[in-house]
């Protein structure tokens, strides 16, 4: 799917705001990207949309957990099924996450910075190497 159609169907819009497309674009060519956009400036389409136009699991780093479980409840009230790994989580709960994003058919994983580096996560990540993306 193109991108253009992937932002009218998640999100209704018949255009990028400014610069946004471009950023995209840059993604999808496998550009690292660093896109510095004000508040409210559309950030988050930026990763959103190629993750999207792409095969495989985005994975997405942010250390604000209210900022994942708004993004994550906005991707699924759209369709998209995203879901959240942090500290507010227990083992069992974290280790749910990390099966339904490895043999589910899930896009977006929130994790928060300090998860990377647990044993759980360390273990279980690299089963989807190849298959997924990081951004955030």
């Not at 993750?51 to 994975?59: R, V, Y």
């Not at 989580?89 to 749910?96: A, F, G, S, V, Y």
Request: positive net charge.
């Amino acid at each position: 799917m193109e991108i253009g159609e992937i932002l009218y169907k998640y999100w209704g819009h018949t255009t990028f705001r400014s610069s946004q497309e471009e950023i995209i674009r840059q993604v999808i060519a496998g550009k690292d990207s660093l896109a510095l956009l004000p508040t409210g400036g559309g950030k988050s389409i930026c990763f959103q949309v190629p993750a999207l136009a792409m095969p495989g699991l985005c994975i997405v780093v942010s250390p604000l957990i209210s900022l994942m479980r708004d993004q994550v409840q906005n991707l699924n009230g759209r369709g998209i099924k995203a879901i959240a790994v942090n500290s507010a989580m227990n083992k069992r709960e974290i280790d749910l996450a990390i099966d339904n994003c490895v043999y589910g058919d899930y896009k977006f994983l929130y994790v928060s910075p300090e998860r990377l580096s647990t044993a759980v996560f360390k273990a279980r990540a690299p089963q989807n190497e190849g298959k997924s993306h990081c951004c955030g």
